[in-house]
């Protein structure tokens, strides 16, 4: 079941990878047969387009960094509950 899910990620990946890929080829296209607007304000305009692509990247990979920490210490709360049930299901003294 595992591999089914590593390969459905990465079919959404690249899926999503084609769309940006598509978009910026559309987006460049327009800017580049645009006959009204001058050279400077292409370049502007590509250039916040640039900006805004890193500071959404960013933000992603803080959200995942986020949701990475909060899952570790989830799992960490749960092994140490799991171990504290099982001293007191089998009745050892805690040696702490």
């Known amino acids: 079941m595992s591999n089914f899910n590593k390969n459905d990620n990465a079919l959404i990946t690249l899926f999503n990878g ?3 890929v598509v ?3 559309m987006l460049g296209l327009s800017l580049y047969m645009s006959p009204d607007v001058p050279l400077s304000t ?3 305009w590509g250039i916040g387009i640039l900006l805004l692509t890193l500071s959404l990247v960013n933000f992603v990979k803080l959200r995942f960094d986020e949701r990475l920490s909060e899952d570790r210490v989830t799992r960490l709360e749960e092994a140490r509950n799991e171990r504290i ?6 009745g ?5």
């Open 23 to 25: 978009a910026y080829g």
């Open 85 to 90: 049930l099982s001293e007191y299901v089998s």
């Open 92 to 96: 050892d003294d805690a040696k702490d």
């Open 42 to 44: 292409k370049g502007y």
């Open 18 to 20: 084609a769309g940006v």
